[in-house]
C-alpha cells in the first residue's frame, strides 16, 4: 500500500472551507484514494473516495490531479461537528484480505 | 451498512489481569478486523478474523498476547491477556469487503493500571 503524508492539524472557523491535501507519490495504477472522518470517542467512518479527477458528495469533494500523485480533500462550509480526524487512505478497492492501513491523519479543530 | 456493537465500552483494569472484548454486527460478515488505537495515535490493524479458521496477525501481533476467537458470522472476541500500562488504547473492531465501505465499532477504552 501507498505511503501517505498529511498535515498534523489543521485549525479553521465556521463557515469557511477546510482543505486537506494528502500526498501519495507512489501510488500504484490500481490505487483508489479513501478518506475517513473519526470525531471524538467513534470509530473511523468512510467520507468519500475516488480514483482521478474530482468527486463530490453530500459531505465533501475529493480533488484529484492528473498524476494522482496527491489529493485534497475540501471540506465547504464547515460547522464545529466537522471538528475530527481526517485520515487518508491509498490502496486498491479490494485491498489484500480488505485491510485498511492508516496514516497518521489531520487533526481539524473548527472554532466558533 | 452495518451495524457494530462492542463491550464494554470502556474498562480499568490492573497490570497482570486480561480483559475480553467483544464484537457483534447486525449481518452477517465474511471478515472481522480489531484494531488498537494508542492515546493520540492512528489506528493499527492487529489481526483479521475469519469464521472457522484461526485469526491472521500483523507483524508485531502475536496469538498468545491477543488471542481471538470468531464463533460465527456476526460475532468474535478478543482477548487482551497479561496487560501492561502500554495495552491501555482504544480496541476498535470492524467489518467490510472493501476500503470505501469499513464499518466500525465505537471501541472499547481501556486502561491499565
Known amino acids: 500500500l501507498a505511503k501517505t503524508t498529511q498535515p498534523i492539524s489543521m485549525d479553521s472557523y465556521e463557515g469557511q472551507e477546510v482543505n486537506i491535501t494528502c500526498s501519495h507519490n507512489?501510488?500504484?495504477?490500481?490505487?483508489?484514494i479513501t478518506w475517513y472522518q473519526q470525531f471524538p470517542s467513534q470509530g473511523p467512518r468512510f467520507i468519500i473516495q475516488?480514483?482521478?479527477t474530482k468527486v463530490t458528495n453530500e459531505v465533501a469533494s475529493l480533488f484529484i490531479p492528473a498524476d494522482r500523485k496527491s489529493s485534497t480533500l475540501s471540506l465547504p462550509r464547515v460547522s464545529l461537528s466537522d471538528t475530527a480526524v481526517y485520515y487518508c487512505?491509498?490502496?486498491?478497492?479490494?485491498?489484500?484480505?480488505?485491510?485498511?492501513?492508516f496514516g497518521g491523519g489531520t487533526r481539524v479543530l473548527v472554532k466558533p | 451498512s452495518a451495524v457494530i456493537s462492542q463491550k464494554p465500552s470502556r474498562d480499568i483494569c490492573q497490570r497482570g489481569t486480561s480483559l475480553t472484548i467483544q464484537c457483534q454486527v447486525d449481518?452477517?460478515?465474511?471478515?472481522m478486523f480489531w484494531y488498537r488505537q494508542q492515546p493520540g495515535q492512528s489506528l493499527t490493524l492487529i489481526a483479521t478474523?475469519?469464521?472457522?479458521?484461526?485469526?491472521?496477525?500483523e507483524s508485531g501481533f502475536v496469538i498468545d498476547k491477543f488471542p481471538i476467537s470468531r464463533p460465527n458470522l456476526t460475532f468474535s472476541t478478543l482477548t487482551v491477556s497479561n496487560m501492561s500500562p502500554e495495552d491501555s488504547s482504544i480496541y476498535l473492531c470492524?467489518?467490510?469487503?472493501?476500503?470505501?465501505?469499513?464499518?466500525f465499532g465505537p471501541g472499547t477504552r481501556l486502561t491499565v493500571l
Open positions: 475516488g480514483y482521478k
Open positions: 487512505l491509498v490502496g486498491p478497492v479490494k485491498a489484500a484480505g480488505n485491510k485498511l492501513t
Open positions: 449481518s452477517q460478515v465474511t471478515m
Open positions: 507512489n501510488i500504484a495504477t490500481n490505487d483508489y
Open positions: 470492524s467489518v467490510g469487503e472493501g476500503t470505501d465501505t469499513q464499518y
Open positions: 478474523a475469519n469464521q472457522g479458521s484461526e485469526a491472521t496477525y
